[in-house]
């Protein structure tokens, strides 16, 4: 029996809180000492433009990485702008930003991540990420530790569709090799449980509880696996 769990990255895997207008921030802390700025003052500017905040459209024009990141520019050029610096110095900073949100050591892996997903790989299961995400993350996720285990990495920068949009879940299953067994697990209620469901892809809300009803809730990873294990030991759920 092929089965497979589908996971989001970011605040499921690991986290890496505020990684946006923290980058904007470290490029002042090397360019600028004593700038006095928090990753606070860039908050306000950085609450849309970003893909994934307009799931329903078609990005596959940005599927390069070099365009997917020319059309963020503008937003964190303005961001700078809008705390005083001004239009060129912004943009040199807004193009700096980006080594820092690539690094990977900026990422932690939650306490259990490692261990849980070894633990499915010992059950029979392959492991394959589906990310609202930069198009750098399959680096990301190599530079954290998690390359033994993955099986397949699919960010929507790379896809040219945001979750909860059904073609990158359906890329995802086709990836997979449309498995007999599928779980998608992961913290967002639209992108990852009603995108997911949407397809017919059973889904898990992991660490933040929801307003409304769902099928699953898994405070940790932990959990996700004894959801899994309950339901595939019925022949309860499949793909």
């Known amino acids: 029996m092929d089965k497979v769990l589908f996971w ?3 605040n499921t895997l690991a986290a890496r809180p505020g990684m946006f207008r923290s980058s904007l921030r470290m490029v002042l802390d090397e360019r600028e000492p004593g700038h006095g700025l ?22 596959r024009h940005l599927r390069d990485p070099e365009a997917w990141w020319e059309n963020l520019y503008p937003l964190f050029q303005q961001a700078y702008e809008r705390n005083g610096f001004p239009p060129e110095t912004a943009r040199v900073y807004a193009r700096a930003a980006r080594a820092y949100m690539m690094e990977p050591g900026r990422y932690t892996l939650y306490p259990e991540t490692l261990d849980i997903l070894q633990r499915f790989r010992d059950r029979g299961f392959r492991h394959v990420i589906v990310s609202n ?42 990836l997979a090799g449309h498995p007999t067994v599928a779980f998608m697990a992961g913290d967002n209620l639209e992108a990852d449980v009603r995108g997911a469901e949407a397809v017919g892809l059973p889904a898990i809300l992991v ?22 294990e309950a339901e595939t030991a019925t022949g309860g759920t499949a793909g």
Not at 45 to 53: E, I
């Open 133 to 174: 995400h930069i198009p750098e993350l399959p680096a990301i996720v190599e530079g954290v530790g998690l390359a033994p285990l993955v099986d397949g990495i699919l960010t929507s920068a790379r896809v040219g569709y945001e979750k909860p949009h059904p073609e990158i879940f359906r890329q995802a299953l086709a």
């Open 8 to 10: 989001d990255f970011h």
């Open 207 to 228: 660490r933040k509880p929801a307003m409304e009803p769902v099928r699953w809730f898994a405070r940790d990873l932990s959990e996700v696996l004894r959801i899994v």
């Open 38 to 59: 928090t990753d606070d003052h860039f908050s306000p500017w950085l609450q849309s433009g970003f893909p994934w905040d307009e799931p329903w459209r078609d990005y």
